[in-house]
């Protein structure tokens, strides 16, 4: 192990000195050079003794005369009681400094950085420094309004001030913030015209303090927050600086443990803040969250008077309309009380629920304590009931049945613990209850770890406890993962409404490997954050949100994707990335290393979810493209036999990615497979990188946008390190606002908006394969929209669609164009034809005027496989040199067996047709010919029937088939002019 680098990450941490103090010792005071917190190491209520010297580092304890050092890691070392290595360790990784960018420093770029850092923001304003507040701005004259943000302790933080303008005779608001700073350089404290740039204070602190229990109502900007106190006056009224766009600036900790109701402005911005705020108050514990329904407000209030109604007819909530808009249209807080009894003012959150919710079963003759299952036995002499133990602990939750309504599979639902405490669900069949006594089932639940008694009675005793009859509760079972009505199944719990409680009922639940650890909010800063400016990371993201809407969408075939490029660029962090919106990366993802049929059941595990399969090089080449087509379709095979009578045939809709070092046709090509444009619709191809440069792509792989790390390979490690942190949440995230969502409206919306992206994207006249493509890649690109509206991402808008967009148009020229692979592939076969064998198969053949219009070469050896003529045009032009081209008779029969070997040739012809490159007469077109009659020579004058064309069309239609439309535009433009 190297040498650390102490003096170095010393002098690293100096220079973010605030971050590292915020982050182990918050809350401190800043006075001239010194910073003064509390000692964490003891109980300490007043700061004072414990102070650190900002400028170096040199940091003391007055109280104990051996808490002392020179440097910030060992402030580290003492603060978290650990070792100088392990100080260096933890610091180095808060500060990411082993994948920090060199860069040259010059003193333009030296004093840029000092001064962004010399300003250190003085709270709470000592009070000789209000009187010295400005009140008025230079620029912008007097303030409409001022806003002052205070601590708990009611003193001033900083303010915030409106100035209404006049501009070009419309009204503009400008704000500006004003706080107390300190230089650390000289020490001098005075107003500045600046927001703090980290852990911004809220509005309201004062309030919260105050009123410990009372709900926090959040809204976006200072006079909407004033305003909501007359709506909400029994709650405290807040906000937060500079708007949506600032929400990880602010300190929003002093709201944790708090019930918060959140109002957003109504406009796409503020419903995204909602859903951020969200997600970020679930990160602090927050004891609950709401967001009011926007929708509740399209009515007219009435007056308040006594017995009448309080609303009136309909309405339209205006646009970007907040608290303050309600109270001028004339809303008040019994408005909104009403609102909130009605069940109205709240968007509905998704009902999460599972079946071990439900309140146990005890049957008549037995008793359940935390002994376990006990049976009657006898009673005394004096009356006394005599009770055994059967077994463990063991609950009857519910009779379960088919959840389709079909009344068959009943069985009953138990749940216990087994050996090591570990709590078991199990769904035991009515069937087996004729087996043997019920012998089956004691060995199920023996191999489950339940402990049940050996004595023979016993045992008859527990299947009596098991069989009872008078069980009332009732749950369905459900077969398949995913989507059932409006109700996604996991194999754990239920999100969505359902009529009755449902139950995922298959013995291969606990291969899907769905897990959740750390918040969204870790997750947005440590992962999504990155795939910002990086294209392929968004896609795959972007993919893994997809997987619930492909059923959704009603797509005859799933979405499926395949990085493929040399090892090192970054493949399996792509795969890592998606991943992590579901589970653990190593442990959700699965391998091409497998059968189709074990295969078969991993896809069923995976549902209107990710199936993700490292390292298509390990499959075996001869069962990729079955493989890929049964994934793609969504279905099983068809089994018959005994064992399979009872079986139905799995289905599936999913997202599927994969990865590795080839593309397909090179896998399937090393077993002299052709790849057909079935496969390449259900496994869209893409590289792992975007750069043509060798040494760019060796250094960022995956990467166009390195994000401050030295280069792929270390953005890479830290994304890798993060997905097994943080991982899980998304996905349960997104499918709890995706079943509190209007699924028919969004279908619609979603359908109306890739039609509008197809039509501008690709136009009219692409091929029936690019369009299939591209409906892909757009709905992967919308997902991650709606990922993003769903507050999930912390992407900004357009983002995601527009990665999927710049990365179709990639596929799209590494395919060749838009055209179907098998017709680009017809014409690059007949255009590389007649490349090679132009000259060496044709015979050439000239016309000279109407008395002698046959003129053959015959001063070259006859060919010995002749396949047509090929006759010379000399194309003359006014303003240029003149050029020639070569007209091309190709027999009927040479050209279907031989020229198009390998391939349809009434497909050829039919496409050189369509495409104008055959030359037929108007009665051959009107009649849907696809070949033409010539008098050849050597024929006695009589007709042959031939395909006749111009090499010049036969390549033009090669370019057209590359070509996007809007460059076939261009080209015909230029053409014609």
Known sequence: ????????????????????????????????????????????????????????????????????????????????????????????????????????????????????????????????????????HLKHGLPTF????????????????????????????VFAPLALYRNRDTGEIKWRWSMPKINRPLYGLHELAKRLKSTVVLTEGEKAADAAKALFPSCVCMTWPNGSKSISKADFTPLARRNVIIWPDNDNAGIKCAKELKNLLTSLDAASIRIIDLDSLAKTPLSESEGGPLFG???????????????????????????????????????????????PNVPQGFKLTDNGVEAFYKSDDKGNE????????????????????????????????????????????????????????????????????????????????????????????????????????????????????????????????????????????????????????????????????????????NVGFHFYGDSSLGKSTLMNVACSVYGKPSEFKGSWRTTDNALEDTAALHSDMLLALDELNEANPLTIEGIIYMVGNGKGKNRSGPDYAKKKTQRWNLAFLSNGEKTIDDYLGSIGKAVNGGVHMRFLSLPASQHEDEALKKRNGIYT?????????????????????????????????????????????????????????????????????????????LAGELASTFGITGWSEGHSIQSAISLFKMWVDIRGGTGNVEEIQLLNHLAKQIKLYGEKHFKRWDRRGAKDPMVIDEHVPSKLEMWGYREQITIRHPDKDATTDHMYYVYKDIFMDVMCKGFDGKRAARLLRDL???????????????????????????????????ASSLFEAVDRMALSDSEQDEAEHAKSA
């Open 705 to 781: 946008n390195t994000h401050n790390f030295i280069n792929g390979a270390a953005l890479s490690d830290h994304l890798n390190k993060a997905c097994e942190k943080y991982h899980g949440e998304p996905f349960l995230e997104f499918i709890k606002q995706l079943t509190s969502t209007d699924l028919g409206e969004l279908i619609k919306v979603h359908h109306a908006e890739i039609a509008t992206y197809r039509e501008r994207v690709l136009g009219n006249d692409a091929g029936g394969q690019a369009v299939r493509a591209f409906q892909k890649f757009a709905l992967v690109g």
């Open 146 to 173: 001022t806003w002052e943000y205070r601590d708990a302790n009611n003193q001033l933080i900083l303010k915030v001030l409106r100035f209404d303008k006049q501009i070009d005779g419309k009204r503009e608001k």
């Open 916 to 950: 104008g490159v055959s030359m037929l007469r108007p009665s051959e077109l009107e009649r849907k010919k696809l070949n033409t009659s010539e008098a050849l020579p050597n024929a006695g004058g009589k007709s042959q029937q031939v395909i006749k064309f111009k």
């Open 1 to 136: 192990m190297g040498k650390l680098d102490f003096k170095g990450l010393n002098e690293y941490a100096l220079s973010n000195i605030d971050s590292v103090l915020h982050h182990y010792l918050p809350n401190g005071k800043h006075e001239g050079h010194e910073y003064k917190p509390l000692n964490p190491r003891r109980a300490d209520n007043k700061s004072g003794s414990f102070s650190i010297n900002t400028n170096t580092g040199v940091w003391a304890d007055f109280a104990d005369s051996e808490a002392k050092g020179q440097d910030v890691i060992s402030l580290v070392a003492y603060v978290t009681n650990k070792s100088q290595g392990e100080a260096f360790k933890e610091l180095s990784d808060l500060l990411n400094y082993g994948n920090r960018v060199a860069t040259k420093t010059n003193k333009s770029a030296t004093n840029t950085r000092r001064n962004s850092e010399e300003w250190l923001h003085v709270t709470p304003v000592p009070p000789e420094f209000v009187k010295r507040c400005f009140k008025k």
């Open 386 to 557: 005599i009770y055994k133990r059967i077994c463990a602990p063991l609950e009857l939750l519910a009779l379960t049945r088919d959840a389709g309504g079909s009344g068959q599979d009943w069985g009953v639902l138990v749940r216990f613990k087994d050996y090591d405490g570990q709590e078991k669900r199990l769904n035991i069949p009515k069937r087996l209850f004729a087996t043997d006594g019920g012998s089956d089932i004691r060995k199920q639940l023996l191999s489950e770890g339940l402990h049940i008694e050996p004595r023979s009675q016993e045992k008859g005793k527990l299947i009596d406890y098991l069989n009872c009859p008078d069980i009332t509760n009732r749950v369905g079972l459900v077969k398949k993962l995913g989507w059932h009505k409006n109700a996604f199944i996991l194999p754990d719990q239920t999100i969505g409404e359902t009529e009755s409680p449902l139950l995922y009922d298959n013995e291969n639940a606990r291969d899907c490997k769905l897990k959740a650890a750390g918040a969204i909010s870790d997750w947005q800063r440590e992962i999504a954050s990155y795939c910002e400016g990086n294209p392929l990371l968004t896609l795959a993201v972007s993919l893994a949100f997809a997987g619930p809407l492909v059923s959704l969408m009603g797509l005859s075939e």
């Open 313 to 359: 007819e309909g309405c339209t909530w205006p646009d970007k309309a907040d608290a303050a808009d309600a109270i001028e249209v004339g809303w008040g807080a019994t408005h909104l009380e009403a609102l909130k009894k009605s069940g109205e003012l709240f968007i509905k959150e998704a009902v999460t629920h599972a079946p071990s919710d439900i309140k």
